[in-house]
């Protein structure tokens, strides 16, 4: 798949072992998995391929307080009982976002996806 950052910095948040560790507070093992789900996420022919695999654990996100998360979806950077996340959104070959985005309908076809941000959990 190929993925678009929504900024330079993120960018090199998800690809810089050095960056990503500073992102975590000095966590290795945190900037190591995020660095590999960036690897998966880019070896991936369309998103439903990270969909399937549980371990992604794949989810949307909705509308809370002055966040508008809807159309963004979320896979967690290493675990369920890490409050991190690396927060998305399918993209259609025109690099723009789906109008209505039913992931059920649309999985097999994004082959692009923004990465908005990785961040904790209700920050």
């Not at 900037?31 to 996420?41: G, H, K």
């Not at 998103?47 to 909705?62: G, R």
């Not at 009982?81 to 070959?93: A, D, F, G, Q, V």
């Amino acid at each position: 798949m190929e993925l678009i950052y929504v900024s330079d910095k993120v960018r090199q948040q998800c690809n810089n072992l050095k960056d990503a560790k500073k992102l975590f507070g000095g966590d290795a093992k945190l900037a190591i998995s995020l660095l590999s789900r960036i690897n998966a996420l880019e070896a991936a022919e369309c998103i439903k391929d990270i969909i399937v695999q549980s371990q992604f654990h794949f989810h949307d996100l909705h509308n809370k307080g002055n966040s508008r998360l809807e159309g963004y979806f979320a896979i967690d950077v290493k675990t369920r009982k890490e409050p991190w996340r690396i927060i998305l959104r399918p993209l259609n070959s025109d690099k723009e976002p789906y109008e209505k985005c039913n992931i059920d309908e649309i999985a097999d076809a994004v082959e692009i996806v923004e990465i908005k941000e990785v961040s904790k959990h209700y920050e």
